[in-house]
């Protein structure tokens, strides 16, 4: 969670456009990173969503460029454990739907045609990938109900 309110503040604090980019290739990196994690070691209803999530962000870190970011400032290599599923994916979403809102105020001012598409692909990623996030939510909702109603039934 601390990477992603990290990655949500410094989205917020950026105000031009090369720098928003760079924060949005940041937070589709987290979100590849946490996909990545969830796909390997999170509840078995979650891989497949987690692994669409890592494919998705991955194809919006690649749109997007990424040449003026330090490598030693990646918060997505600094993951070191997801804590809370549904808090992490809450905060994800959040900060994917950020990640839109910024890209198209991004898109809106270029004047470059070929940036101003790579920012509309990495919305449709962005959004996609926050799609996934949702999904996820949802079948921690359903397993969650589940439990419930199990519970119940054995009481």
């Known amino acids: ?4 309110a ?7 604090q950026s105000v031009e456009a090369p ?5 949005a290739w940041q937070a589709q990196a987290l979100a590849q990173a946490i996909g990545s994690r969830l796909a ?3 509840p078995p209803e979650l891989r497949g969503q987690a692994l669409g999530l890592t494919e ?3 194809r919006g870190c690649g749109v997007l460029d990424a ?5 030693g ?3 997505a290599a600094q993951l070191t454990e997801l804590g809370d ?5 809450l905060g994800l979403g959040t900060l994917l739907g950020e990640v839109g809102i910024a890209l198209v105020g991004v898109a809106g001012a270029m004047d470059d045609e070929g940036t101003y598409w790579r920012c509309m692909e990495a919305i449709d990623a962005a959004d996609e990938s926050r799609d996934r996030v949702l999904e996820m939510l949802r079948l921690l909702t359903a397993q969650d109900q589940k439990v419930v109603k199990r519970g119940s039934a054995a009481g």
Do not use: C, K, Y
Request: hydrophobic fraction near 55%; proline fraction near 0%; charged fraction near 20%.
């Open 1 to 4: 969670m601390r990477l992603i």
């Open 6 to 12: 990290a990655s949500r503040h410094a989205l917020a």
């Open 19 to 23: 720098v928003v980019v760079a924060e």
């Open 40 to 42: 390997i070691s999170g």
């Open 56 to 58: 998705l962000a991955g």
């Open 67 to 71: 040449s003026a970011l330090d490598i």
């Open 73 to 75: 400032a990646l918060r």
């Open 85 to 89: 599923h549904r808090e992490t994916l």
